[in-house]
């Protein structure tokens, strides 16, 4: 049955207004011209502490954002009200292109990866020498996660009192990583962060280690009073630490001279994210020597194939930077424990 006449006019289509009362949806954005840029300190349960032209400001990620999250370290665009008094809320619009990121996934058969850090430009591996045991699984683990994102490593070992550290750096002497080595008396009386801070001048350094290795105590003797952070103990039943640090916080350098970036204490740190081939890329003097290798190559030593074997008896580079390079490649199918 027709609703209205054979020949109907204008006059009598009924026009169903919009019910909500406002414009139709469009696809174009605002280009938020008007966005002032700013960086992520730190970020709690979809609230994040930005510091925006000296002023930290709370924000949270415009809807029009997706599931792109932001995180520590990352530079964003924000508008809305900057001011930094308190109950006001900003909103982020854009976060810019990282230049380094610090990845994990929980485990290395979990595929969901887990960005840390942004924008760092080295990562501090805190490890005590004792109390608790230092392990080399670990250390190995967040070697391979900075190459792969682009961060510069740094290995601070601390509680030196309680143990050489001439085992351990052994181990990693062939690996060319800068390491700074504190006892105990240091951490606890502010004496090693002047050891550290020549390291971490002019840089933003993400700081990651086990609970209980001193690592929160240290960033503590780095920043200033009214921005550190609470400590705990090794339990001295399982050897471990507690997590004091639950959240990633970036933390500014006196005199503005860098960031330094608390990460929570980790028990595990999965690479299922991680390319093999990118690891190569933090060994420069082996890369060359890969352009024989065929397609495919991971480089390991069950590559009868790699070419990297024969580079080396050439003499074009030390064998035990092969090993250690063999090492790292090995550690994304072994479990820290191991």
Known sequence: MRRYGKNPDEDDIRVRPNPKGNRPRTHTRPKHEEAQEGMVLTVDRGRLTCLVDGRTVVAMKARELGRKAAVVGDNVSIVGDLSGEKDTLARIVRIGARRSVLRRTADDDDPYERVVVANADQLAIVTALADPEPRPRMIDRCLVAAYDGGLTPLLVLTKSDLASPDALLAAYTPLGVPYIV????????????????????????????????????????????????????????????????????????????????????????????????????????????????????????????CALDAWVAEGHADPARLDSLRRLLATRERREGD
Do not use: Y
Not at 202 to 224: C, Q, R
Not at 239 to 257: I, K, N, Q, V
């Open 182 to 305: 504190t006892s105990r008396e240091e951490l606890e009386n502010g004496g090693a962060a002047e050891i550290v801070r020549e390291q971490l001048n002019d840089k933003i350094t993400a700081f990651v280690g086990h609970s209980g290795v001193g690592k929160t105590t240290l960033v503590n003797a780095l920043v200033p009073k009214d921005m550190r952070r609470t400590t705990g103990v090794v339990n001295a039943v399982t050897g471990r630490g507690r997590h004091t640090t639950t959240s990633a916080m970036a933390l500014p350098l006196p005199d503005g001279r860098g960031w330094v970036v608390d990460t929570p204490g980790v028990r595990s740190f999965g690479l299922h994210h991680v390319d093999p081939s990118r690891v190569i890329l933090a060994f420069p003097d082996l890369e060359p020597g890969t352009e024989k290798c065929p397609r495919g190559c991971n480089h390991d030593e069950s590559q009868a194939e």
